[in-house]
């Protein structure tokens, strides 16, 4: 599965931002995806994951309550709604296919997206 994400940007501390992953293929329904970011000078963590049904998401304890994981098969797409940025959410996210439950990328991911959330 090849993956591209895009909306990232610069936003002030507080705004939102909505990430977006779209797949190239229609086995994308298959897979449980995630997002994942990398800090300068950090190494890449997990972010968010959904099941392939949706039915079933998982955040990281620093975004819990901020942001939203969401997809839409249909459209062979991946979403993360980002509310009320903070400085250390500045990363490059990437999207990704993983394994349910094990908060790792697995397989395909994409090309990251910079979110810059100065303070």
């Known amino acids: 599965v090849q993956l591209q994400a895009s909306g990232g940007g610069l936003v002030q501390a507080g705004g939102s931002l909505r990430l977006s992953c779209v797949a190239s293929?229609?086995?994308?329904?298959?897979?449980?995806m995630g997002w994942f970011r990398q800090a300068p000078g950090k190494e890449r963590e997990f972010v968010a994951a959904?099941?392939?049904?949706?039915?079933?998401?998982d955040y990281a304890d620093s975004v819990k309550g901020r942001f939203t994981i969401s997809r839409d098969n249909a459209k062979n797409t991946l979403y993360l709604q980002m509310n009320s940025l903070k400085p250390e959410d500045t990363a490059v996210y990437y999207c990704?296919?993983?394994?349910?439950?094990?908060?790792?990328?697995?397989?395909?991911w994409g090309q990251g997206t910079l979110v810059t959330s100065p303070a």
């Open positions: 959904i099941f392939w049904s949706d039915h079933y998401t």
């Open positions: 990704g296919t993983t394994l349910w439950g094990s908060r790792k990328m697995s397989g395909s």
């Open positions: 293929e229609r086995t994308f329904s298959d897979y449980a």
